[in-house]
């Protein structure tokens, strides 16, 4: 619960300091690939894939529950915190 | 250079980069522009080889010291259907063959060895997924479907998101939910601890993204996943664990261009915590810097650290504990990940190949609370090669 209104109040501090109105034509920058939060979405699902099945944590980003809302993309992992099944594929 | 081919869609550049922005962006769009669908179709197709470090001799009891080598191949194809609505499809085959630990155990100097599984194992699996999406003037919505099958395993999941743009167009929210439905049929021998199992995973992910200035934007969220049912490993030797796992994220990342030096910079932190009491901090850092009109280089590198689960210990202890593992995935650790990944674009192909080098380490940020460190502990390489095919529909 600390941990949830700490994140809270520091989402809602970032928010109020961010002011800068920045028009259309300024967003050149902001539409670069490199500034989307998901540029690849098949290394994305596999290393999320990855990771999932050989840590203990899922989620955040893109695992189950969906993503931030990237392009099109099934950035989705249906066996994210799976049954931890060893012989089978990591994946 | 695509005007010099298709005359009839040259723009302006000023002109170009506002509709550039409005098409590519879609958590950023102009007030007087709604999401639409891509103007154009992706085919897309990777390569990668995943392979883990054997274990050294030192550290296994019995059985082979040799690990997982797994051979990936995923295609992913999406096309606008008109403005409103577009279909993406993937599917992903894998194949796996090699061994994994199945115990660990106290030798007789008292060091924790690695029981492995014994003879190699070859095994495959195919994944596909199918989603809808639809656009419209602040925002988005998308249903998808995904289906996993291999020889003992099969997971049927349905995913839905919606995004909201506001605050003209600065703000944007995500909201998603996903359920999974699972069933194993483990194989038969010693090595399974049940017959058939059956596990559901429901989760809610709220997310919000900002626009800070023309050259930095941010992201939070948070998540909740809940799974039910046969949550114990089948396959390592007296496994035990809660038949219920609740688990949280917040998360927080920011993305920084750089347009003197050619490069924009991003940093994402998670926080995970779930009621096995397991703990994690993640740190993601990427650098992509445009070295020229048509390459691109990306080093990457991600810390990971975790607390191990209440339950856990490498030698199990036979009394009034309902819960036992030995997995080293629920131990205390750290990993750390480099990559390094290079594009080639050209007007409709981009080409890319990575690699990434995972080691994990026992302790990390969490040392200070952990009993047992496994000797299981697993280090890959993955290796990815693969383009991407844009077309005019």
Redesign the interface.
Same mark, same amino acid.
């Given at each position: 619960m600390h941990?949830?209104k700490l994140?809270f109040s520091? =989402?809602a501090s970032?928010?109020l300091i961010?002011c800068?109105?920045?028009q259309?034509?300024? #967003?050149?920058?902001?539409?670069?690939?490199?500034?989307?939060?998901s540029k690849?979405?098949?290394?994305e699902?596999?290393?999320n894939h990855?990771?999932s099945?050989?840590?203990?944590?899922? !989620?955040?980003?893109s695992a =189950? !529950?969906?993503?931030? !809302?990237c392009?099109?993309?099934?950035v989705?992992d249906? #066996?994210?915190? !799976?049954?931890?099944?060893?012989?089978?594929?990591?994946? | 250079m695509d005007s010099k081919k298709k005359p009839g869609k040259y723009r302006s550049s000023a002109l170009a980069a506002l509709t550039s922005t409005a098409l590519t962006l879609p958590g950023y769009v102009a007030e007087t522009i709604a999401d639409t669908a891509p103007e154009r179709g992706k085919f897309s197709y990777r390569y990668s080889q995943y392979e883990e470090d054997s274990l050294p001799e030192s550290k296994v009891l019995t059985g082979s010291n040799k690990r997982y080598t797994i051979d990936v191949h995923q295609a992913s194809f999406i096309t606008p259907v008109n403005e409103k609505y577009a279909i993406s499809v993937d599917y992903q085959t894998e194949s796996l063959s090699g061994a994994s630990p199945w115990s660990v155990s106290i030798d007789g100097q008292g060091q924790a060895k690695v029981i492995m599984s014994g003879a190699s194992i070859s095994e495959r699996r195919d994944d596909a997924s199918v989603k809808i999406s639809q656009y419209r003037e602040a925002g988005q919505s998308s249903v998808g479907l995904a289906y996993s099958e291999e020889n003992d395993y099969q997971s049927k999941a349905i995913n839905i998101s919606n995004q909201h743009s506001f605050n003209q167009d600065h703000s944007r929210l995500t909201t998603a939910l996903s359920h999974s439905d699972d069933k194993i049929e483990p194989t038969k021998g010693i090595h399974n601890n049940f017959d058939r199992g059956d596990k559901k995973t429901s989760s809610i992910f709220i997310g919000g993204s900002q626009i800070i200035n023309a050259s930095t934007l941010i992201r939070t969220g948070i998540g909740y996943t809940r799974s039910s049912g046969d949550l114990s490993d089948a396959y390592k030797f007296g496994d035990q664990r809660p038949d219920s796992r609740n688990q949280r994220t917040l998360s927080i990342g920011v993305k920084k261009n750089i347009e003197k030096i050619g490069s924009t910079l991003g940093l994402d932190y998670r926080y995970y915590t779930d009621d096995w009491e397991i703990r994690s901090h993640t740190f993601d850092f990427s650098w992509h810097y445009r070295a020229t009109e048509n390459w691109k280089i990306i080093p990457t590198f991600r810390y990971y650290a975790q607390e191990q689960a209440s339950f856990y210990k490498n030698q199990f202890v036979t009394s009034n504990s309902n819960y036992n593992s030995n997995d080293f995935r629920l131990s205390t650790f750290e990993a750390f990940t480099y990559g390094l990944e290079m594009r080639y674009a050209l007007t409709d192909f981009t080409f890319v190949a990575r690699v990434n080098e995972y080691d994990s380490n026992a302790g990390g940020l969490f040392s200070h609370d952990y009993n047992d460190s496994s000797p299981a502990l697993v280090d890959f390489s993955l290796f990815t090669i693969g383009f991407d095919y844009s077309f005019d529909r």
């Open positions: 941990n949830l994140f520091l =989402a970032v928010l961010s800068t109105q920045v259309p034509w300024e #967003r050149n920058q902001l539409a670069l690939d490199a500034m989307q939060w690849d979405t098949q290394h699902a596999l290393s990855i990771y099945s050989k840590e203990s944590s899922s !989620g955040g980003n =189950a !529950g969906g993503g931030w !809302g392009k099109l993309s099934t989705f249906p #066996r994210a915190g !799976g049954f931890l099944k060893i012989p089978g594929p990591i994946i | -």
